[in-house]
């Protein structure tokens, strides 16, 4: 069984650019959930989404930020325009309907934003 | 808010060796999930043991076990025999079960993380 794969594993962009990060959970996985981690600090809840719906998005940071998860199956989570404080891995993790406390990561997507 | 405190940013310990990483935690549920996820460099996230709170038994998994004390709040992971696999990141989470229960809400809040340096 595939495991959640995130794309890109690492990208340098200028600030002002915008940057598309990409996971694909495990097949079948109702639930999937952004993480960040800002170097240092606590990896941090981003939002949630049950199948193509978002079922929690309280920690999305602000406006610069939009997760998709078209058709419940990958997501995409933009960043448009970058900033420098938007630095650091974002992590991607799914779970099956009714099993959150379940939930397998991918390897991260680590952003730097110059 | 529930935290996580993860007080040691790095440790190290000998090739066969015993290591203990801490991890305190801060809540005012009672029925709640506590985790301890390891990552290798570049690698994913992978759970290494996991314990209920309504369970008293300490949670293990071959060679990594956890000393669990609920009225403490503590949660720390005891690694034996330590092996050079063993170097990563240690993330200490915790998962409540408020928002669990009937649910499929999987807020995890994690500590700042402790990194393992396995010395030959």
């Known amino acids: 069984e595939a495991g959640v794969t995130q794309f890109p594993s690492h990208s340098v962009i200028e600030k002002g650019q915008t940057v598309t990060l990409r996971c694909d959970p495990i097949?079948?996985?109702?639930?999937l959930y952004w993480y960040r981690r800002v170097m240092g600090k606590e990896i941090k809840f981003l939002l949630h989404?049950?199948?193509?719906?978002?079922?929690?998005e309280s920690g999305m940071p602000n406006n610069r930020f939009l997760a998709e998860r078209t058709g419940g199956t990958y997501s995409t989570l933009k960043v448009q325009p970058a900033e420098l404080e938007d630095s650091g891995v974002y992590f991607c993790?799914?779970?099956?309907?009714?099993?959150?406390?379940?939930?397998?990561f991918g390897a991260g997507s680590r952003l730097t934003v110059l | 808010a529930q935290t996580v405190t993860q007080s040691q940013p790095e440790m190290s310990v000998q090739e066969a060796e015993t290591v203990t990483l801490s991890c305190t935690y801060d809540?005012?549920?009672?029925?709640?999930?506590l985790f301890w996820y390891k990552q290798p460099p570049s690698r994913q996230m992978i759970l290494v043991i996991r314990?209920?709170?309504?369970?008293?038994q300490n949670a293990t998994e071959n060679r990594f076990s956890v000393n669990f004390q609920k009225a403490a709040k503590s949660f720390s992971l005891k690694i034996s025999d330590s092996q050079l696999g063993d170097a990563a990141m240690y993330f200490c989470?915790?998962?409540?079960?408020?928002?669990?229960?009937?649910?499929?809400?999987?807020?995890?809040?994690f500590g700042r993380g402790t990194q393992l340096t396995v010395w030959p």
């Open positions: 993790a799914s779970s099956p309907q009714g099993w959150a406390n379940v939930l397998t």
């Open positions: 097949s079948g996985h109702d639930n």
């Open positions: 989404f049950v199948k193509e719906s978002k079922q929690d």
């Open positions: 809540t005012s549920e009672s029925d709640y999930y």
């Open positions: 314990q209920e709170a309504y369970k008293q």
């Open positions: 989470a915790y998962l409540g079960t408020l928002v669990n229960r009937g649910s499929t809400l999987g807020r995890l809040y």
